[in-house]
């Protein structure tokens, strides 16, 4: 998990350091490489129930930006995380 971690936070700058301890507070037997996905889309399906986002058209496109984002980082992570574990 340490390494996982540290890609998303430290290497890819995509997450807070607040971020990363509600991370480390989250138990489950797989990767959490998933979860700043998540929050990005309850993000987006909020902004769409608030108005702040004007159509579903625009609301899957952002969708598609995070889905794409997190395939670039998983990859990322898995490509660079040789020799340590890496839950993934």
């Known amino acids: 998990m340490v390494c ?3 890609m998303i936070d430290q290497t890819a700058g995509m ?3 607040t971020e990363v301890k509600y991370l480390d ?3 489950t037997p797989h990767g959490k490489w998933w979860i700043p996905f998540v929050w990005a889309c309850n993000l987006v399906r909020a902004a769409r129930r608030q108005g702040r ?3 579903n058209y625009l609301m899957k ?3 598609d930006v995070c889905t794409v ?3 670039i980082t998983y990859f990322f992570a898995s490509t660079t995380c040789k020799g340590e ?3 993934m």
């Open 4 to 6: 996982e971690l540290n």
């Open 15 to 17: 997450i807070t350091k």
């Open 25 to 27: 507070l989250i138990s």
């Open 53 to 55: 986002i004007s159509d």
């Open 61 to 63: 496109a952002l969708l």
């Open 69 to 71: 984002l997190v395939f």
């Open 85 to 87: 574990r890496c839950n």
